[in-house]
T-cell receptor
Framework: AQKVTQAQTEISVVEKEDVTLDCVYE???????LFWYKQPPSGELVFLIR??????QNEISGRYSWNFQKSTSSFNFTITASQVVDSAVYFC??????????????FGTGTRLKVLA | SAVISQKPSRDICQRGTSLTIQCQVD?????MFWYRQQPGQSLTLIAT?????????ESGFVIDKFPISRPNLTFSTLTVSNMSPEDSSIYLC????????????FGPGTRLTVL
């Protein structure tokens, strides 16, 4: 069955520390997509990144970087030099195709990141 | 990214009543979804809203409790019927793009409290 595991329920770091959020997935599909979303206290989900199963290149966007490894079914997210504004819940998600040809997301349980000043 | 608006942003309702939540998406998306996020929990897909036809519900969710309409490509409503305190959650609408993107963009959510 398709599954997304975020084993870290909550992480606390001091500002300027680096932090890595783990995401491990299970899927039967050979073509799939993985995503990271940020949910700040306001509640809105903010899209951060999409990665398809054929693209194992790591990606860097400012202080954010993502490490995708198919061999270990992991899609980890690192924030460098964390800031208080990074405090949020972060969700990893996997898209799964249905028999009708549409897709839906399976979300992990989320990791709450607290960055302390 | 796509622009997704949702209203109301929050509401406090009495047990046994119903609340209809509206979602408007911009034209960049073709798919619409409704999710529930119970306090401190992850997102659970309620249903995929289909334009002009009945929504496709996930296991554990039924039309009588969560009727959904999508009369056109960019607008959908979710009704939470006969509410109980267990329905207190954030309800989120999302707009999704088809392959090859498979991206979903989320509205700000509706925080529902049932007394």
């Amino acid at each position: 069955a398709q599954k997304v595991t975020q084993a870290q329920t909550e992480i606390s770091v001091v500002e300027k520390e680096d932090v890595t959020l783990d995401c491990v997935y299970e899927t039967r599909d050979t073509t799939y997509y993985l995503f990271w979303y940020k949910q700040p206290p306001s509640g809105e989900l903010v899209f951060l990144i999409r990665r398809n199963s054929f693209d194992e290149q790591n990606e860097i966007s400012g202080r954010y970087s993502w490490n995708f490894q198919k061999s270990t079914s992991s899609f980890n997210f690192t924030i460098t030099a964390s800031q208080v504004v990074d405090s949020a819940v972060y969700f990893c998600a996997l898209s799964e195709y249905s028999t009708s040809g549409t897709y839906k997301y399976i979300f992990g349980t989320g990791t709450r990141l607290k960055v302390l000043a | 990214s796509a622009v997704i608006s949702q209203k109301p942003s929050r509401d406090i309702c009495q047990r046994g009543t119903s609340l209809t939540i509206q979602c408007q998406v911009d034209s960049q998306v073709t798919m619409m979804f409704w999710y529930r996020q119970q306090p401190g929990q992850s997102l659970t897909l309620i249903a995929t809203a289909n334009q002009g036809s009945e929504a496709t519900y996930e296991s554990g969710f039924v039309i009588d409790k969560f009727p959904i309409s999508r009369p056109n490509l960019t607008f959908s409503t979710l009704t939470v019927s006969n509410m109980s305190p267990e329905d207190s959650s954030i309800y989120l609408c999302s707009g999704g793009r088809q392959r090859p993107y498979n991206e979903q963009f989320f509205g700000p959510g509706t925080r529902l409290t049932v007394l």
